[in-house]
């Protein structure tokens, strides 16, 4: 037969030797690379520019390592879901800044040769007493892992930028003085509100609900009474806690460790600093800025300025204080001022910025330098233990991925592979958000009830549940969601619609109690109404909950009866308004300088966002959702 002799010739060595040679010429040709799929791995695309996955995880990487430095900062850094959170905010900055500095390319704003240079020479950083030092420069970049041309052309665009930014910033991020005044008087005024609440219980005594009323809202509220999705697996779960358990070691690994990297455990010079604050638009301000100066000048102890005219409170009674600081613990200026200052005892001259004017302080130097090994060790150790056991788990998942594969109808071969036991999930609940961990995961939720897993009987692909854990499951057992019988749910319906009505009834009477006071203030209310008059609400007391405070707050003041209807620390109340008590007039100035600094950040950041918002729209923003999932929810496994 002509296909069994077919058959035959596809089985020969000569027809295998043929088709090789066809695939071979086809890659040699680039046809090959057709039958290759291309991924585009770049996050998002601003225009003509793209962001890449290596740049947001650099930003990432920094972002982290500035927490690190934090008390919390390694816990938090520890919740998958912050994580990822955090990765989505480092993008959307990195998104406002390619955006705003395309608007501004566009607006033809351009940064000449001479400027940069001017702006590099007078950084401090690069400055050796006193003067620019071009070897100290070329030091500092290399260190940043930068060339010279590409720090002179980012740093080019940041002067760019910073031209069109800051006048914008500084004109729209100082409060006004009737703003100030505004919200100081606001803080300190009381209102004097008359409350009404309703006894539920009454209510809910009087109140009849039929069967049929009943089995009516379970009708009309299936999605209250469903029972969500489960599904049972088997799965393999690969920790970094497990791998570190395997780690060895002994002192002349760790030796070896630190000496390869002793320049991570670096310490940089730090310099303890005290701080002397004259806010802007306090009482007196130019008085007291030149009483300081005159003191300086007469050799006066600044500790003493610092007591008589510092506005800094939390500094202020320790003699301006400020502990050890480095670069990331300063605003650029002070930073600048305070390792400008070349021995101790030394103070700058006055910084002025948007918060006032500042004094710093020299009091003391500790230079940079790298500690022994033994005042490091329990450090480098955890450093070597999580080293070793990253590379095992890099390994281990890569093995995971391919063995689960290759061999897919269980995680026997997989497990035994890689020394490992095949676990057995309970029944997982779709959406269970209090089931232990990892199953309450959104992750590992996704993939569980994923259409494709689950109908398959096949292993799922290996996933992160985080940086350092990674699964992969075998689905046995599905449910889909299903509606629960009504007689198994009869007493929820029955709960949930009385608690409805009840809400209702009490919204009702509430509404025609503010009717009738709103006509008399003494008009006779229903025995189950209760009222507490004439209790006052101020930022100074809790007599109710903050959210209602804030909403009698915002009733107009010259509005006869105003009222809200609102929860009071869960409970429906009714506040209607009797007096307005202002501020007292003396009080205001001390408020207004504490409300100061806080309006002037928020002005600030309201400022930048719509700078940003603004950009967004003069450019075409791209996102690529598949990218972006490859960074926020697979493990880096470099």
Same mark, same amino acid.
């Given at each position: 037969?002509?296909?069994?002799k077919?058959?035959?010739?596809?089985?020969?060595k000569?027809?295998?030797?043929?088709?090789a040679?066809?695939?071979?010429?086809?890659?040699?040709?680039?046809?090959?690379?057709? &039958?290759?799929?291309?991924?585009?791995? #770049?996050?998002v695309?601003?225009?003509?520019?793209?962001?890449? $996955?290596?740049d947001?995880?650099?930003q990432?990487?920094q972002?982290?390592?500035q927490?690190?430095?934090?008390?919390?900062?390694?816990?938090?850094l520890?919740?998958?879901?912050?994580?990822?959170?955090?990765?989505k905010q480092v993008?959307?900055r990195m998104?406002?800044n390619?955006?705003?500095?395309? $608007?501004?390319?566009?607006?033809?704003?351009?940064?000449?040769?001479?400027?940069?240079?001017?702006?590099?020479?007078?950084?401090?950083?690069?400055?050796?007493?006193?003067?620019?030092?071009?070897?100290?420069? &070329?030091?500092?970049?290399?260190?940043?892992?930068?060339?010279?041309?590409?720090?002179?052309?980012?740093?080019?665009?940041?002067?760019?930028?910073?031209?069109?930014?800051?006048?914008?910033?500084?004109?729209?991020?100082?409060?006004?003085?009737?703003?100030l005044?505004?919200?100081?008087?606001?803080?300190?005024?009381?209102?004097?509100?008359?409350?009404?609440t309703?006894?539920?219980?009454?209510i809910?005594?009087?109140?009849?609900?039929?069967d049929?009323?009943?089995?009516?809202?379970?009708?009309?509220?299936?999605?209250?009474?469903?029972?969500?999705?489960?599904?049972?697996?088997n799965y393999? +779960?690969? $920790?970094?806690?497990?791998?570190?358990?395997?780690?060895?070691?002994t002192?002349?690994?760790?030796?070896?460790?630190?000496?390869?990297y002793?320049?991570?455990y670096?310490?940089?010079?730090?310099?303890?600093?005290?701080?002397?604050?004259?806010?802007?638009g306090?009482?007196?301000?130019?008085?007291?800025?030149?009483?300081?100066?005159?003191?300086?000048?007469?050799?006066?102890?600044? !500790?003493?300025?610092?007591?008589?005219?510092?506005d800094?409170?939390?500094?202020?009674?320790?003699?301006?204080?400020?502990?050890?600081?480095?670069?990331?613990?300063?605003?650029?200026?002070?930073?600048?001022? &305070?390792?400008a200052? !070349?021995?101790?005892? #030394?103070?700058?001259?006055?910084?002025?910025?948007?918060?006032g004017?500042?004094f710093?302080?020299?009091?003391?130097?500790?230079?940079?330098h790298?500690?022994?090994?033994?005042?490091?060790?329990?450090?480098?150790?955890?450093?070597?233990?999580?080293?070793q056991?990253?590379?095992?788990?890099?390994?281990?998942?890569?093995t995971?991925?391919?063995?689960?594969?290759?061999?897919? #109808?269980?995680?026997?071969?997989?497990?035994?592979?890689?020394?490992?036991?095949?676990?057995?999930?309970?029944?997982v609940a779709?959406? #269970?958000?209090?089931?232990?961990?990892?199953?309450?995961?959104?992750?590992?939720?996704? +993939?569980a009830?994923?259409?494709?897993?689950?109908?398959?009987?096949?292993?799922?692909?290996?996933?992160?549940?985080?940086?350092?854990?990674?699964?992969?499951?075998?689905?046995?057992?599905?449910?889909?969601?299903?509606?629960?019988?009504?007689?198994?749910?009869?007493?929820?319906?029955?709960?949930? &619609?009385?608690?409805?009505?009840?809400?209702?009834?009490?919204?009702?009477?509430?509404?025609?109690?503010?009717?009738?006071?709103?006509?008399?203030?003494?008009?006779?209310?229903?025995d189950?109404?209760?009222?507490?008059?004439?209790?006052?609400? $101020?930022?100074?007391?809790?007599?109710?909950?903050?959210?209602f405070?804030?909403?009698?707050?915002a009733?107009?003041?010259?509005?006869?009866?105003a009222?809200?209807?609102?929860?009071?620390?869960?409970?429906?109340?009714?506040?209607?308004?009797?007096?307005?008590?202002?501020?007292?007039e003396a009080?205001?100035?001390?408020?207004?300088?504490?409300v100061y600094?806080?309006?002037?950040?928020?002005?600030?950041?309201?400022t930048?966002?719509a700078l940003?918002?603004?950009?967004?729209?003069l450019?075409?923003?791209?996102?690529?959702?598949e990218?972006?999932?490859?960074?926020?929810?697979?493990?880096? +496994?470099?």
């Amino acid at each position: 037969m002509l296909s069994d002799k077919l058959r035959d010739g596809a089985n020969s060595k000569g027809f295998k030797l043929l088709l090789a040679l066809i695939v071979i010429s086809f890659v040699l040709t680039g046809v090959g690379g057709y &039958l290759i799929p291309r991924l585009n791995t #770049d996050p998002v695309t601003i225009g003509d520019y793209k962001i890449t $996955s290596n740049d947001w995880n650099n930003q990432y990487n920094q972002q982290a390592q500035q927490l690190h430095r934090l008390p919390n900062g390694s816990a938090m850094l520890e919740n998958q879901q912050y994580v990822v959170e955090l990765k989505k905010q480092v993008l959307e900055r990195m998104i406002n800044n390619v955006a705003f500095n395309s $608007s501004v390319w566009d607006m033809d704003i351009r940064i000449g040769d001479e400027q940069v240079r001017d702006v590099i020479r007078n950084t401090p950083a690069f400055q050796k007493d006193g003067k620019f030092d071009n070897d100290l420069y &070329l030091a500092s970049i290399r260190n940043m892992g930068m060339s010279p041309d590409y720090f002179g052309e980012q740093l080019r665009i940041s002067i760019m930028s910073e031209s069109v930014s800051r006048p914008l910033m500084s004109a729209s991020s100082q409060p006004l003085p009737y703003e100030l005044n505004t919200i100081a008087k606001t803080i300190l005024q009381t209102r004097v509100v008359n409350l009404y609440t309703v006894d539920e219980a009454y209510i809910n005594r009087n109140l009849k609900i039929s069967d049929d009323e009943i089995k009516a809202f379970y009708d009309a509220n299936h999605d209250k009474f469903m029972a969500p999705a489960n599904v049972r697996f088997n799965y393999l +779960l690969l $920790s970094m806690d497990d791998l570190r358990k395997q780690v060895e070691v002994t002192d002349e690994k760790v030796e070896e460790f630190y000496n390869m990297y002793s320049e991570d455990y670096r310490l940089e010079e730090q310099r303890q600093a005290a701080h002397l604050l004259i806010r802007a638009g306090s009482k007196d301000a130019d008085k007291r800025i030149a009483a300081v100066e005159e003191g300086l000048k007469n050799g006066t102890p600044f !500790e003493k300025l610092v007591a008589q005219y510092s506005d800094d409170q939390s500094t202020k009674d320790k003699g301006g204080d400020m502990g050890f600081v480095t670069r990331n613990q300063l605003a650029a200026d002070l930073y600048a001022a &305070l390792f400008a200052l !070349e021995s101790e005892g #030394d103070v700058s001259a006055a910084i002025t910025d948007d918060y006032g004017t500042h004094f710093i302080s020299l009091t003391s130097i500790k230079p940079e330098h790298t500690p022994a090994l033994a005042e490091v060790k329990d450090k480098v150790q955890a450093a070597y233990i999580d080293a070793q056991a990253r590379e095992l788990y890099n390994e281990r998942v890569t093995t995971m991925s391919d063995m689960s594969f290759e061999n897919p #109808d269980s995680l026997d071969i997989t497990a035994e592979k890689l020394g490992m036991k095949v676990m057995t999930s309970d029944v997982v609940a779709q959406g #269970d958000t209090e089931a232990k961990w990892p199953f309450n995961t959104k992750e590992l939720q996704d +993939l569980a009830f994923n259409e494709e897993v689950y109908n398959s009987g096949i292993n799922s692909n290996v996933i992160a549940l985080d940086d350092n854990n990674s699964i992969v499951i075998n689905v046995t057992e599905h449910h889909d969601a299903s509606l629960r019988p009504f007689d198994d749910v009869a007493k929820d319906a029955s709960a949930m &619609l009385r608690t409805d009505r009840i809400n209702e009834e009490a919204l009702k009477t509430l509404t025609d109690v503010a009717t009738k006071v709103a006509a008399d203030a003494n008009a006779q209310l229903p025995d189950y109404v209760k009222v507490q008059k004439d209790v006052e609400v $101020s930022g100074a007391n809790t007599n109710t909950s903050q959210e209602f405070a804030q909403a009698i707050f915002a009733l107009p003041q010259d509005t006869k009866s105003a009222h809200v209807i609102d929860k009071n620390n869960n409970v429906q109340t009714l506040a209607v308004l009797n007096k307005v008590v202002p501020a007292v007039e003396a009080d205001v100035p001390t408020f207004e300088n504490a409300v100061y600094p806080s309006l002037a950040q928020y002005l600030n950041q309201t400022t930048q966002d719509a700078l940003y918002r603004q950009a967004r729209t003069l450019n075409k923003i791209e996102y690529n959702q598949e990218a972006i999932d490859l960074v926020t929810r697979q493990n880096d +496994l470099e």
